[in-house]
């Protein structure tokens, strides 16, 4: 049974490099690169992650079925031989029934649907293979982290190694020290079961980590000279787009080496993904601030509690934390514009719910309202190593413009306090529910890798782990639709206004196409194939 699956024709066509004496092979590989098809040299990468933009892997079928598959490495170097999986003699899965994933099994991007809907987009589901293109023996795999800290990173770093040690049976894992530079810095550490057996239970990552640093010839260089043919590459949109570019200039020389992503960001802002991992211990974690901030406005009068959450481009944190916690009066995020003066600003709102309870709670995402901060204390301009503007702490000047205004209108005496809980947040250990993701994401990505796939990213899509090309999640960042149902939840949880108005929402809308169904924006993540974003537009004197 086995080998008949192995070499079947599907999984021979698959992956191996198409030909165009294959019968069908202009019609199913027409969106193939052409260098993939036909063998000719592919054009060498830039150094700068952000330059290249790779061809993608596309199969389409009946009825509207279309599949963004990711490479294999029997796409550039044909005839690898194959291996039966170490899994088959593994105590542990022995009692496991139907434990290898069908090669023809795929994830649907989308899975409410109309009767009429085609199939849509899929994507290879995750799991292990019946056969690998990798022997247990030869095996050198490398495992780095980049960009900002994230609750898991400890977790996802033991879960390879020991994936890769207890499931396969390798026993050669290198550490990748601070970041990409690590690769050509040389700053390595081995890694085993026994040297990350406790690493879970810490915050941070035990590799290090840094923003910037990549040049792909160095790193590819000294992957080459290491002999290292598994690389594992865990950080954000740009981490990812960097592994994109790794591994294109690993196809331009031909290696033998799988490059495996796995996407890291606690803003949740990464496109196509259910989640990332980090966000549940994020939302739980800021929990704590907020209670806090919550005892202190309580506990004086006109007492305001302001915390200010992560979110520099995306208010995920902050709408789910407001949304767990019940007690917040007012939620401030990026997609959300607001303004402070006049009939149906902020200072109203505020001055409103002080007279109604005596106190009140805000939590603002950093990167909130600031559009609104004097061109004097902007630092629009100015990127970090990372190329993520550097913002100012919005929070802390609302907090600072709500004391003036009412000192100007001299009504009452507010007690303010303000928490800014960011680095705590992120530097915590995960939580139960992100253990057990983090531990399912490092096996997936542990089992593309040893079947031979590469250039890809493991992450779960509608509850099913699968293979998405780098393209996917590097192509723009997911961010909370403030016309889906989950933003009205909140609004109607915290009974703050909108701050836009329904006008407005509308005008910016496009009209030639169609709006997204409200069942495929019912988890809060995904409104349908465009974002509805409303053009609000604030005037000088802070008025919509």
């Not at 085609?118 to 780095?144: N, W």
Request: hydrophobic share 35%; glycine share 10%.
């Amino acid at each position: 049974m086995e080998s008949a699956i192995a070499s079947s024709p599907i999984s021979l066509l698959k992956h191996t490099i198409p030909s165009d004496s294959r019968p069908g092979f202009n019609k199913r590989f027409a969106s193939f690169p052409s260098a993939v098809a036909d063998g000719s040299k592919l054009r060498a990468p830039s150094t700068r992650a952000a330059a290249v933009t790779p061809n993608m892997k596309v199969v389409k079928g009946e009825a509207g079925y279309v599949l963004q598959d990711v490479p294999h490495i029997t796409d550039y170097i044909p005839d690898l031989p194959t291996y039966p999986n170490p899994l088959q003699t593994n105590p542990a899965y022995s009692v496991v029934k139907q434990y290898f994933v069908n090669i023809d099994d795929t994830v649907a991007e989308n899975i409410v649907v109309h009767k009429s809907s085609p199939r849509g987009v899929h994507f290879r589901r995750a799991g292990p293979r019946q056969r690998v293109y990798f022997e247990s023996d030869e095996v050198h795999a490398c495992i780095v982290t980049c960009g900002g800290l994230c609750p898991g990173l400890n977790t996802v770093i033991r879960e390879i190694v020991c994936g890769l040690y207890q499931i396969y049976g390798v026993n050669e894992v290198l550490g990748i020290s601070g970041g990409y530079r690590g690769f050509y810095a040389r700053n390595t550490v081995n890694l085993t079961p026994k040297v990350v057996n406790d690493i879970h239970k810490r915050g941070g990552t035990i590799l290090g980590t840094s923003r910037g640093g990549h040049d792909t010839m160095k790193i590819v260089d000294s992957i080459q000279d290491r002999g290292i043919n598994q690389v594992y590459i865990i950080g954000g949109d740009g981490t990812q787009k960097g592994a994109a570019v790794i591994y294109e200039e690993i196809r331009r020389r031909g290696l033998k080496v799988s490059v495996a992503g796995i996407p890291k960001t606690i803003d949740n802002d990464i496109p196509v993904i259910d989640k990332s991992f980090g966000f549940d211990t994020a939302v739980e974690e800021a929990q704590r601030a907020i209670n806090a901030a919550h005892v202190e406005a309580e506990s004086f009068e006109n007492g305001i509690g302001m915390v200010k959450l992560m979110g520099r481009y995306s208010g995920f944190i902050a709408m789910y934390a407001t949304l767990a916690s019940r007690d917040v009066d007012c939620c401030l995020i990026p997609e959300s514009p607001f303004y402070l003066e006049g009939p149906g600003g902020l200072f109203e709102y505020v001055e409103k719910r002080l007279k109604e309870n005596g106190h009140m709670v805000v939590v603002v995402a950093e990167g909130a309202g600031q559009e609104l901060l004097s061109d004097a204390i902007r630092s629009l301009d100015q990127k970090d190593a990372s190329g993520n503007k550097v913002l100012q702490d919005v929070g802390l000047w609302i907090a600072q413009q709500i004391k003036e205004y009412f000192k100007r209108r001299n009504k009452r005496t507010i007690n303010l306090k303000y928490i800014d809980p960011t680095y705590m947040i992120r530097a915590v250990p995960s939580n139960a529910s992100d253990n057990v993701y983090c531990t399912l994401l490092a096996q997936s990505a542990v089992h593309g890798a040893m079947a031979g796939y590469t250039g890809f990213t493991v992450a779960p899509v509608n509850g099913r782990h699968s293979y998405i090309p780098f393209q996917r999640i590097t192509e723009r960042q997911n961010k909370v639709v403030i016309t889906d149902r989950m933003w009205a939840r909140l609004l109607s949880s915290t009974n703050q206004p909108s701050f836009v108005r329904t006008v407005d929402i509308l005008e910016g809308s496009n009209t030639e196409e169609e709006t997204p169904s409200a069942a495929l924006a019912e988890n809060g993540f995904y409104s349908g194939d465009k974002q509805i974003n409303s053009p609000v537009k604030i005037t000088g004197d802070g008025r919509i």
